[in-house]
């Protein structure tokens, strides 16, 4: 899913941000789960990547309206 911002989030319809913040939270857990069972010599590459996915799980939820 692309979340756009060119548009003020807080005019599209409810469900479609309630969706995309879903969506970016979903993307979040399956990084962390990433991260836990990285092997030793990947765990700092999958931290990187669990940290950025949960900043735009914030992002989106700030944004959206929907935390």
Same mark, same amino acid.
């Given at each position: 899913?692309?979340?756009?911002?060119?548009?003020?989030?807080?005019?599209?319809?409810?469900?479609?941000?309630? #969706? @995309? &913040?879903?969506? =970016?939270? /979903?993307?979040? +857990?399956? *990084?962390? #789960? @990433? &991260?836990?069972? =990285?092997? /030793?010599?990947? +765990?700092? *590459?999958?931290? @990187?990547?669990?940290? =950025?996915? /949960?900043?735009?799980?914030? *992002?989106?939820?700030?944004?959206?309206?929907?935390?």
């Amino acid at each position: 899913m692309f979340i756009s911002f060119n548009v003020d989030p807080k005019l599209m319809p409810f469900e479609m941000r309630r #969706r @995309a &913040w879903m969506f =970016a939270r /979903e993307e979040a +857990r399956d *990084a962390y #789960r @990433a &991260w836990l069972e =990285a092997p /030793e010599g990947e +765990r700092a *590459a999958a931290y @990187a990547v669990y940290r =950025a996915a /949960e900043q735009r799980e914030a *992002a989106a939820a700030q944004a959206f309206g929907v935390s």
